[in-house]
């Protein structure tokens, strides 16, 4: 295979390729029975992967997690079982079937932020699921002043601003938006949400963009204050940017304000995760479960879990193949997961690949069902409920 003809594959070696694969080996009576593609989701690895991003906060209640990345219930009610009550979502499905999860284990007094800047009729949608559900507390984000009195009366507010994304939100520089903002949402107003979703790249330097960033932060919350506005929260920093949140002494600092932090790929893990946050140590907690299905060349194979099962938006190799650091994924089409073999023998047509996404959270959503593992057994299958869109209000 000439590599030189596959220019965006990536030629360094993820950290995550040779972990030991046997504890994620299926058992011989599950495999006969599982078709391929499928997505895995290990709980153990899920519980691991909480228990260690939560010592990093220090409480669950510095948490409030992007739920986009996990999409079953089953997830949700490992996250409410490790004490996190803070939430954090960006649809109206989102939002229900986490709602209603809680709520079937007996916790209907949480907290959840829908991250997205919702118009009519998905904000009608979010006001009535806030009626369903009386104990818990919902907020939306809002970025044009104008625009506030159109959100439902049961809904809390933050003020969405832009750090330089250039997606939502106020530009940080926009003081007199953001105090007209925090005007007209008065006592609804609940914080500032401020997403550094664009910061990669290495470690050092990316601490030093967000620092900036912060202190910017700081001082917007410094000036809303002076013109009367409580901000009673600051919501920043998804995975790539949650421990440098985490260290940026001005948010330890803060009174009267509480910082949280949303990242979501940490629940389940991911091969970019792992490049730009080797420190954590996670587990890959989702995998999805391939077979070779055909061996077109001596160094080319293929397995059957192409783009339409394994999310391919976040550039090559969009998978690694869980202990097979001789296995190379090229770029997929829709049903077909090229991979060249760098080294020694190729896999036989049927072998299994167990993949570690690139990027985890489309991955899953990709997926209709999910079969959870735990103690290294099946323990069942279950609906990836919180996929894909609602199409009408209220379901």
């Known amino acids: 295979m000439d590599l030189a003809a596959e220019p965006t594959v990536a030629r360094h070696e993820n950290p995550l390729v040779r972990l030991d694969p046997r504890p994620y080996t299926l058992a011989a009576r599950d495999l006969e029975r599982l078709l391929s593609p499928a997505l895995v989701v290990y709980l153990d690895a899920a519980r691991e992967n909480l228990r260690r991003v939560i010592a990093r906060a220090g409480s669950p209640d510095r948490l409030r997690p992007h739920v986009k990345t996990i999409k079953t219930p089953a997830l949700f009610a490992e996250l409410a079982a490790a004490g996190i ?12 079937c986490l709602l209603e999860t809680l709520r079937s284990l007996g916790l209907e007094d949480i907290d959840l932020l829908v991250a997205y800047p919702l118009v009519e009729p998905a904000l009608s949608g979010l006001g009535a699921l806030a009626r369903a559900h009386p104990r818990a507390r919902l907020s939306v984000l809002c970025e044009e002043p104008a625009r506030v009195a159109e959100v439902p009366r049961e809904l809390g507010i933050f003020l969405d601003v832009d750090p330089g994304m250039r997606r939502t939100g106020v530009p940080l520089s926009d003081r007199a938006t953001l105090r007209a903002l925090a005007r007209a949402a008065g006592e609804r107003l609940r914080g500032i949400h401020h997403y550094e979703g664009h910061l990669h790249g290495e470690s050092t330097e990316r601490r ?24 009673g929260e600051l919501v920043t920093s998804g995975t790539p940017a949650f421990l440098h949140a985490l260290a940026f002494p001005g948010f330890r600092e803060l009174a009267g304000t509480v910082h949280r932090v949303s ?48 999310a391919a938006e976040a550039g090559d190799p969009c998978a690694a193949a869980l202990g ?33 996404p690139r990027h985890v959270c489309p991955t899953v959503n990709l997926a209709e069902e999910a079969v959870l593992v735990e103690g290294g057994r099946v323990r069942s299958s279950v609906p990836v409920s919180a996929r894909a869109h609602d199409l009408w209000v209220n379901g």
């Open 324 to 356: 097979r650091p001789e296995l190379l994924a090229l770029r997929p089409s829709e049903e077909h997961l090229p991979l060249c073999v760098l080294a020694g023998p190729a896999p036989a047509r049927g072998d299994v690949l167990m993949l570690v």
């Open 263 to 310: 990242p979501g790929t940490v629940v389940l893990h991911d091969l970019r995760t792992a490049e730009e946050n080797p420190e954590l140590e996670l587990l890959p907690a989702a995998l999805v479960l391939a077979r070779v299905v055909s061996r077109p060349a001596k160094d080319l194979v293929t397995c059957d879990a192409g783009s339409k099962s394994i």
């Open 85 to 96: 009550r803070h939430f954090k979502c960006a649809t109206l499905r989102e939002a229900r």
């Open 208 to 231: 030093a963009l967000c620092f900036a960033g912060y202190r910017e932060l700081l001082d917007v919350v410094a000036d809303l204050e002076r013109a009367g506005a409580k901000i």
